[in-house]
């Protein structure tokens, strides 16, 4: 599937990625298409229903297994009017993986209001044995999607110099199995 | 699972100890308001609860050897503030900061803290003074005062929650955290805590020498992660007043 037609499916509009925030959709064997932007039905949650959940909903009903794509799809902005996005192709089970990461400033002298920063990552193992990955970021604060980029799930690096590598990923909660 | 409702910074106001420590409603959010809210704010005499920002006492510079700034202070809106009770510029309390997530959240990699100049987040120029754009004399610290490490030291206990949901806190009855630092004390790259202990001391300097924890702590488990700090000041410092971040880093799914 094209990103235009996924996108499509999701918005009804072509390209356009009228978000101001991006997000992952995968697909699955079946050909079915989940997305953080589905809304599913929970009763334990205090409105009912809630965003569709990476390790509620992939990792834990074991869909996790059965993705044959990731995608992330990221906002329009001013280097990319259209928005843009990026796949990985899964022909491994257990080896797609998602993540966000934020850093949070403050509790000192600080004059700047805005203190939060978002980047969102999909990856895919793609040696279980060393655990080196292919990644696609997309830098919230600087509003650009990487180009596959190589790390590693045991030593997670740095994509530029205000972050810190990010080290140890969780399997526990975003479902990777290097079995 | 969805990112955390609330991670703050908490302080104590009440004794060392775990009985006595005192964290009810001493609470400090990310993230300045502009107008001298949520911040930690250090002196040497001077300052009070109600102190505002714009009136904050100098600290005057040590004309000799550096020297521990001995108070430090929280105020959560410009003019109103309280003391942390048991910071004093040593290491001989253990239950003076911490970290708190609650249970909505789950962490998906390595936990990390330390200080930058400002919410850029540039690297510091490590020993540099005075310092350049984006950058503070407190964080690139001073090739004679501090080797070159931050005038600002940090040390953490344990893993705050292990990775099978255990609190780990420090000694119920206080006392030291870790052995006592110096002006000079700071390691390249990451101290790792350990479990159950307090970690080396550290420099906090940017993503230069910084702390990380040793776990991810299990899932969906709200957590304290205790830490304290020490400010330095020396006689290599340029002048002038700084307003660096503390700046904590995380992940989730």
């Not at chain 1, 499509?8 to 064997?29: D, F, H, M, N």
Request: negative net charge; hydrophobic residues 35%.
């Amino acid at each position: 599937m094209s990103s235009g037609t996924l996108v499509r499916s999701v918005y009804g509009t072509p390209l356009v990625i009228p978000e101001a925030v991006s997000y992952w959709a995968v697909k699955l064997q079946s050909g079915k298409w989940c997305t953080e932007r589905d809304i599913v039905v929970d009763t334990k949650h205090p409105m009912g229903q809630r965003p569709f959940d990476w390790t509620l909903d992939l990792v834990g009903t074991g869909d996790i297994r059965r993705i044959v794509e990731l995608w992330i799809l990221c906002p329009q902005t001013r280097f990319s009017p259209a928005g843009s996005t990026g796949r990985l192709l899964i022909e491994e089970r257990g080896t797609p993986f998602q993540l966000k990461f934020k850093t949070t400033s403050g509790l000192s002298s600080s004059r700047v209001i805005s203190a939060q920063r978002e980047s969102q990552i999909v990856g895919r193992i793609d040696d279980k044995v060393t655990g080196r990955c292919t990644c696609f970021i997309y830098d919230h604060e600087w509003q650009v999607l990487s180009t596959p980029w190589v790390t590693n799930i045991y030593d997670f690096g740095s994509w530029r110099e205000s972050i810190a590598p990010l080290r140890d990923l969780s399997s526990e909660v975003l479902g990777f199995d290097l079995s | 699972m969805s990112d955390f409702t609330s991670i703050t910074l908490q302080y104590n106001t009440g004794a060392d100890s775990a009985s006595g420590a005192t964290w009810t409603g001493n609470t400090l959010q990310f993230g300045g308001s502009g107008n001298g809210a949520n911040e930690l704010r250090w002196a040497m005499s001077g300052a009070s609860t109600t102190t505002p920002s714009a009136t904050w006492p100098y600290i005057t510079r040590p004309s000799s050897a550096p020297l521990a700034i001995t108070q430090l202070w929280a105020f959560s809106s410009d003019a109103s503030g309280q003391k942390v009770a048991t910071y004093d510029g040593t290491n001989s309390h253990s239950w003076v900061l911490r970290w708190s997530w609650d249970n909505t959240g789950t962490f998906a990699g390595t936990l990390q803290f330390s200080a930058f100049g400002d919410n850029t987040h540039s690297t510091p120029q490590a020993g540099t003074q005075p310092p350049v754009a984006h950058n503070d004399a407190i964080t690139n610290g001073s090739s004679t005062d501090t080797s070159n490490t931050s005038y600002l030291k940090i040390a953490a206990y344990g893993y705050g929650v292990d990775s099978s949901g255990n609190q780990q806190s420090p000694t119920s009855s206080g006392g030291a955290a870790g052995s006592s630092p110096s002006s000079f004390t700071g390691t390249n790259g990451a101290i790792t805590t350990t479990s159950s202990a307090w970690s080396t001391w550290q420099s906090a300097q940017g993503w230069l020498q910084y702390i990380a924890n040793g776990v991810i702590p299990q899932a969906t488990t709200a957590g304290f992660w205790y830490w304290t700090a020490i400010l330095y000041t020396g006689p290599n410092m340029t002048t002038s007043t700084y307003t660096p971040v503390i700046t904590f880093q995380y992940a989730y799914s």
